[in-house]
C-alpha cells in the first residue's frame, strides 16, 4: 500500500518528458465578460471581450512550449479561413508543430465564452461537426500524449492499441473510458465517485484529479485519497485553468505524484487568477503555499 504520508515529506525534482502531442479541439476563443447572462429572450453588453486562439490542444501546448519541452499539436482539422490562418501563424510564432493538423475546405471551429463577475464560464462551441480528426497511429517520437474528452470519439480504437511506453494524460471525461490512461484530470461535476472507482479498480486509470473552482481538489488512485487546497485567488476567468492543470502533469509526470500535483494545481490557479501563461518560476513559487493532506 502507497504511505500517503511519506510522499507528502519527500521532494524531488521531477523530470520532463522530452516530446509531447498536445491532441484536442484548436480554435479561436470569443471571449466575452458579463455581469451574468441575460435570461431567455433577454439583452447584454459585454464590459470586454478579446479574441485568442484557443481549444484544449493550443491552450496546453502552449504552456509547454512557455516550459522549453518539445510539443506538437494535432487534433480537429481547420479551415483555409482567416481563423484558421490566425491558429497556424500563432502556432508559427511559438515555435509549436502543427503538421498533424489537417487543413481542409470548412469554416473553422470557434468557440464562444462568456465570463460572468465570479469568473465562471458558459461555453458555447461550434462548426466541429465538418471536420476531420488527425491521425495518431504513428506516435514513435513521443514518450507523452495529453488528449481532451472531446476528441475520444474520434481516436478512441487508436488509444486501445497504444504502446504502454506512452504516458498518457487526459483533460476531461464525457465518453466511456475502454483504454488505458495514467492521469485523468476532470471536474467533479463530469464523474462521480462510483465511475471514478471503477476506473480505478479496473486498472483503467491510474490516478484521477478531481477539480472544483470552490472546493479542495481530490487526487484518488486505488490506495486513498489525498485533498488538495490551492491557495486563494480571485477567480479572473477560468478560462484555459483546467488545460494548464493537465498541461503540467503530461509534461512532468507522475514520478513524484505530490510535486507534480502541487505543480499542477498551482498553474491552473495562476492562470484562473491572472490570464497569463504561467512560468516555472511562478509555478514553484506558488506550488509551495498548496496544501496537500490524506483524507
Not at 491510474?206 to 485533498?227: C, F, H, M, Q, Y
Request: charged share 20%; aromatic share 8%.
Amino acid at each position: 500500500m502507497i504511505n500517503f504520508n511519506n510522499r507528502i515529506n519527500t521532494k524531488v525534482i521531477t523530470m520532463a518528458f522530452n516530446n509531447i502531442l498536445s491532441y484536442g479541439t484548436l480554435n479561436p476563443d470569443l471571449i466575452y465578460f458579463v455581469d451574468s447572462l441575460p435570461k431567455v429572450g433577454g439583452d447584454i453588453r459585454s464590459s470586454e471581450y478579446k479574441i485568442r486562439p484557443g481549444g484544449t490542444a493550443i491552450n496546453s501546448a502552449e504552456n509547454i512550449s512557455n516550459w522549453n519541452i518539445n510539443v506538437s499539436v494535432a487534433g480537429n482539422s481547420i479551415g483555409n479561413d482567416e481563423f484558421g490562418k490566425y491558429l497556424s501563424n500563432y502556432l508559427d510564432s511559438l515555435e509549436i508543430d502543427h503538421k498533424k493538423v489537417l487543413k481542409k475546405d470548412h469554416h473553422t471551429p470557434s468557440c464562444s465564452i462568456y465570463v460572468d463577475k465570479n469568473g465562471e464560464r458558459t461555453i458555447i462551441s461550434s462548426g466541429y461537426d465538418f471536420c476531420t480528426w488527425s491521425n495518431i497511429e504513428d506516435l514513435n517520437k513521443y514518450d507523452s500524449l495529453m488528449v481532451d474528452r472531446y476528441s475520444i470519439p474520434f481516436i478512441k480504437k487508436n488509444l486501445e492499441n497504444i504502446n504502454d511506453e506512452i504516458f498518457i494524460t487526459q483533460a476531461g471525461y464525457q465518453e466511456e473510458i475502454t483504454y488505458k490512461i495514467n492521469f485523468l484530470v476532470v471536474s467533479k461535476d463530469e464523474i462521480d465517485v462510483i465511475e471514478a472507482n471503477n476506473l480505478l479498480n479496473n486498472n483503467l486509470v491510474d490516478w484521477i484529479l478531481l477539480t472544483s473552482s470552490n472546493l479542495p481538489a481530490r487526487l484518488i488512485n486505488k490506495d486513498g485519497v489525498l485533498e488538495i487546497t490551492p491557495p486563494e485567488f480571485k477567480t479572473k476567468n477560468s478560462t484555459g485553468a483546467g488545460d494548464a492543470t493537465a498541461a503540467y502533469i503530461a509534461a512532468f509526470g507522475i514520478e513524484n505524484i505530490v510535486e507534480s500535483v502541487k505543480g499542477a494545481c498551482a498553474s491552473g490557479a495562476i492562470v484562473a487568477g491572472t490570464n497569463q501563461i504561467p512560468s516555472l518560476e511562478k509555478i514553484r513559487e506558488v506550488a509551495e503555499l498548496v496544501e496537500i493532506k490524506p483524507r
